[in-house]
């Protein structure tokens, strides 16, 4: 099949490459390796190289000297005195395969009705975040560790910069278990005191826990160790929009809804609850923005629809100050 870089983008055709590698470096080398420096690749320690100035780079940093004699911009690097250890971090509960469209189909990793459209979970889209970041943080030479989680922490593994250990993350991602429960706040603690090295901690995850404390007090121990903490709320355009139930039924047929962690359910017709769930998602939305903007943690929502290298390059440029 040939397809063009851009094309695999599309979450729904990148998850077609099945595996997680290979879809990291589509990512990665293909659209945003402009972006592929650290933004904490330092500037004052010792002379390492040149490399072409970037939008976005600060121009403090432009060699004039080297642009004088080649009419070209270029930026002087320093080497880092320590490099930047980023930890991983992945809720694995049930609600995390919640697929990105038409909840009623029975498989949400088949094709879509005929339509040729292949829909992804949650997770599986979570999964090539994470494996876009990991395949990024190597690249630059920074170390990188790994855990997953839902009540119980299920996997560890400590930051290391080496080949071989993001081969592991790779591996450990497509062996992933997902549990029904969900109480979170305890592996993040148990995460925080593991964590002996400041770092960048990034966690990714549907935030559906019934202790909205407990989440926020992880995170909230995690920045309090010194840890740079990032969060991206990964969810699924239906859940922000509560839409497209009704896709083949009349706008009265009664629809049954299911707990994907508790099993609880209920027969309504969409209608019947749009607006109280619509106000009862705003609000888990608003405590978690307020809460974790308080505490200094780096809030962002994504949907599943958002292509993998959007959604990293526009945080990338983020943090290198472009925006």
């Not at 706040?185 to 002996?196: F, M, S, W």
């Not at 121990?221 to 010194?226: A, F, K, N, P, W």
């Not at 929009?241 to 809804?257: D, H, K, T």
Request: glycine share 6%; hydrophobic share 40%.
């Amino acid at each position: 099949m040939s397809i063009d870089g851009r094309t695999f983008l599309d979450p729904a055709i990148l998850a077609r490459i099945g595996n997680l590698e290979l879809i990291a470096k589509f990512v990665v080398e293909g659209f945003i390796s402009g972006l592929h420096k650290s933004p904490y690749h330092g500037f004052s320690v010792e002379f390492s190289q040149y490399r072409q100035y970037m939008p976005g780079d600060d121009t403090k940093h432009i060699d004039w000297k080297a642009y004088a004699r080649t009419d070209r911009y270029y930026i002087k690097q320093f080497e880092e005195e320590t490099n930047l250890n980023c930890y991983l971090l992945l809720d694995t509960s049930e609600s995390m395969l919640h697929p990105m469209d038409d909840a009623q189909a029975d498989d949400p990793t088949t094709e879509d009705g005929g339509t040729g459209k292949l829909r992804l979970t949650k997770l599986q889209y979570s999964s090539f975040l994470i494996a876009s970041l990991a395949y990024f943080m190597a690249r630059q030479r920074d170390a990188i560790g790994f855990a997953y989680f839902d009540e119980a922490l299920h996997q560890y593994l400590p930051a290391r910069s080496s080949s071989s250990h993001l081969h592991s993350i790779l591996l450990t991602l497509e062996t992933l278990q997902t549990a029904k429960s969900t109480r979170m706040g305890t592996p993040l603690h148990q995460i925080a005191e593991r964590l002996t090295k400041r770092g960048l901690v990034l966690f990714v995850s549907d935030l559906y826990d019934e202790n909205h404390e407990e989440v926020i007090g992880g995170l909230e121990h995690l920045r309090y160790e010194g840890h740079e903490v990032i969060v991206f709320h990964v969810l699924a355009q239906q859940e922000l929009e509560f839409v497209n139930f009704e896709a083949g039924r009349s706008a009265e047929a009664l629809i049954r809804f299911i707990d994907s962690e508790s099993d609880a359910e209920i027969i309504t017709t969409p209608q019947a609850i749009q607006e109280s769930y619509l106000n009862n998602f705003n609000e888990f939305l608003d405590t978690y923005r307020l809460a974790l903007r308080r505490a200094d943690i780096d809030y962002n929502v994504i949907t599943t629809a958002t292509p993998i290298d959007f959604a990293l390059a526009s945080y990338l440029a983020k943090r290198q100050g472009v925006f």
